[in-house]
């Protein structure tokens, strides 16, 4: 179960924000966008081996006291970040990279809406509801 | 959805939609404004290529990218891959089709070779649209010399 | 350049292609033309230059005869769909006279992941089906009116497109010799 989904755009920009707890918004604001320059590194470290470097899911970026961050990023460098609750001990890497491949798929949905200009903040409904589903695992 | 038939005619519409579109302002240079035909393509590669990259694994490079836009990209498209693929490795790329989807339902002749860029504006929005995406900013133009073959000069700008 | 091509389900690709292109379209009508009612009476018209050329390749293709009736006619049609638009719907809503029918299409890859903004609501975004019904039907000689009842971008529960026939057209060809 994920506390917070972010998506953010090529030039860093953030895209969307859904934080299933209002209060902790701000918090997260901020640590989805330092854990960006984790990245950034991740994607420059061409020394690695091949196969690292060509899997979309980068895994966890980083570790805090309460929670964990792990981030994806697809062809078209967009940016997915997931923050987890750390207590939640019975989330298992597999299904943070499956959390990854559905928000992928509702991306790449929202995309095809002609109405919707890449670039610009995402304001669909259906979208979040699908987020929050996804975060909660009741999809 | 199982057939090309469709496909085809909506692309026939839709230059003649803009074409008409273009004659209602005035036009003083003798070529034709196709900007808005290959901007419907650009909209149109740029958001295909989030669907059609979803699965798959990361790009090595700037040339791993325009082999995928030749092979895998150009048949799931245009049922064939790019016949030809010549580059100078230093950003300018020229792809050859020599059998172009929607060149061969014109005639081989010269008579059409006028009205051919129309037909080509489209594939080149896809093109730029789907690199754009990719990260890959660039210009793309089309030279079509012998219907129904066809080439799309790519030119990445680097920043 | 030796990858396998065999990636992509190109049926899939095709219907996307479709999808986003007719999407991309319409969005530019919208910056053409001032109000939402002329755009969809550009598509409707679009969808009649189209159905005058599908119904040519639909005969083509099926090898199929005159029809014997509207019901037959129908039938036809919904073949059509499931030849060109991949999805079957269903002909219901026979008016009493039996000149008018729906099709009812409870999933409709032309509008596949499109969400209407609200000041995008008076959008007929179907209306190419309605023009495509049309020119086909002229095609063989029948006037037909066609229009939207229903429309799922608009919250409904399916898509539904009504025809009325008007009248025959009179053949081209003189009946006979005497």
Known sequence: ?139 | MSDDAVFEFLHSELINYIISQNEGKSKEGKDEDLSNIEYIGFSTGYRIIERLTKEMPRFKDELDTMKFICTDFWSALYKKQIDNLRTNHQGVYVLQDNSFRFLTKLSSGKQYLEVAPRFVAFTCGIIRGSLANLGIGCLVTAEVQNMPSCKFHIQVQRT | ?178
């Open chain 1, 1 to 139: 179960m994920a506390v917070c989904v972010a998506i953010i755009g090529k030039d860093n920009s953030p895209k969307y924000f859904c934080c299933l707890n209002p209060d902790e918004e701000l918090g997260f604001q901020y640590k989805v966008l330092s854990s960006l320059d984790v990245v950034e590194e991740k994607l420059n470290t061409t020394n690695k081996g091949t196969n690292d470097l060509r899997e979309l899911y980068l895994g966890m970026l980083y570790s805090l006291e309460t929670h964990k961050i792990y981030g994806y990023v697809t062809n078209t460098k967009i940016k997915f970040i997931i923050v987890v609750d750390s207590t939640n001990m019975a989330l298992r890497d597999n299904e943070i990279r499956s959390m990854f491949r559905k928000l992928h798929s509702e991306y790449a949905d929202i995309v095809c809406n002609p109405f919707y200009i890449p670039g610009d903040a995402i304001c669909s409904k259906s979208f979040d509801v699908n987020v929050k589903n996804i975060m909660t695992g009741t999809v």
């Open chain 3, 1 to 178: 350049m030796s990858r396998a091509s065999t990636r992509f389900d190109t049926k899939k690709v095709n219907s996307e292609l479709v999808t986003l292109t007719y999407g991309a379209l319409v969005a530019q009508m919208i910056k053409d033309l001032d109000n939402t009612e002329d755009v969809s009476k550009q598509l409707e018209r679009l969808g009649y230059n189209m159905g005058i050329r599908l119904i040519e390749d639909f005969l083509a293709k099926t090898g199929t005869g005159r029809c014997l009736d509207l019901k037959d006619t129908a039938d036809k049609i919904q073949s059509a769909f499931r030849m060109y638009l991949g999805v079957q719907p269903n002909v219901a809503n026979w008016s009493a006279a039996g000149d008018e029918f729906s099709f009812i299409l409870d999933s409709n890859p032309l509008t596949d992941l499109v969400e209407l903004p609200d000041e995008l609501k008076n959008l007929k975004y179907c209306n190419i089906i309605c023009g495509v019904i049309r020119g086909a039907l002229e095609m063989v000689q029948l006037d037909v009116q066609s229009w939207i009842v229903q429309d799922q971008l608009k919250g409904d529960q399916n898509t539904e497109v009504r025809v009325k026939f008007i009248r025959r057209l009179e053949d081209a060809m003189p009946a006979g010799e005497d």
